[in-house]
């Protein structure tokens, strides 16, 4: 794929290269890693309402064992410490408004009835998050494996380099930096 070419291109360089795209579990990271020779990766929609990913994605490409999904009782207690801290950032007011966008990633494929998700999308205040919030406190219902993927479904989108990239990466960058120095050496 591009990526790999890219790698191929900069052996050498000391330029690291980020894969991007379709990072929605632990071993997708290290599955691109090892397919394309790159040295990290940038996650995007995969932690969407899953912020615990990175957590996961440390452990795994450490060699260690991949902490346990949480349970839906333990989102609840996520979402909530979420809403605190954009209240304590933004005001109770904004943050009851903000994390209604991320009250529907964090339940995707946990039972919870869309009368929950209603009265979820309507709070007004962190006392109506945690009314809303409280039978489900202490749940231990799991996420369906089938559900917990974010974003884009199907086949990886394609990689695109600006045009003749390969052929010269650092010839715009060579009229930049004489135009800095210039500009410096010239007072301004």
């Not at 039972?111 to 962190?126: H, K, Y």
Request: overall charge negative.
């Amino acid at each position: 794929g591009e990526i790999a070419r890219l790698v191929e291109h900069l052996d050498g360089t000391g330029i690291p290269v980020l894969g991007n795209g379709d990072i929605f579990k632990a071993t997708d990271a290290a599955a691109m890693m090892e397919q394309t020779g790159c040295d990290g990766v940038v996650v995007g929609r995969g932690c969407l309402g899953r912020p615990w990913l990175f957590a996961e994605l440390s452990a795994h490409l450490r060699g260690e064992e991949i902490p346990a999904e949480p349970t839906l009782g333990e989102v609840a207690h996520i979402i909530l410490r979420h809403a605190e801290l954009l209240a304590d950032h933004d005001g109770e007011k904004y943050a009851s408004r903000d994390i209604r966008k991320h009250i529907a990633w964090y339940l995707r494929g946990f039972p919870a009835g869309g009368e929950m998700r209603r009265q979820l999308g309507g709070i007004n205040s962190l006392a109506d998050l945690r009314e809303v919030l409280d039978p489900i406190w202490e749940s231990d219902a799991l996420a369906a494996e089938a559900d917990s993927a974010r974003g884009r479904q199907g086949s990886p989108g394609k990689v695109s380099l600006p045009h003749d990239w390969l052929e010269d990466p650092w010839e715009d960058c060579v009229g930049v930096t004489e135009d800095v120095e210039d500009a410096a050496n010239n007072g301004g």
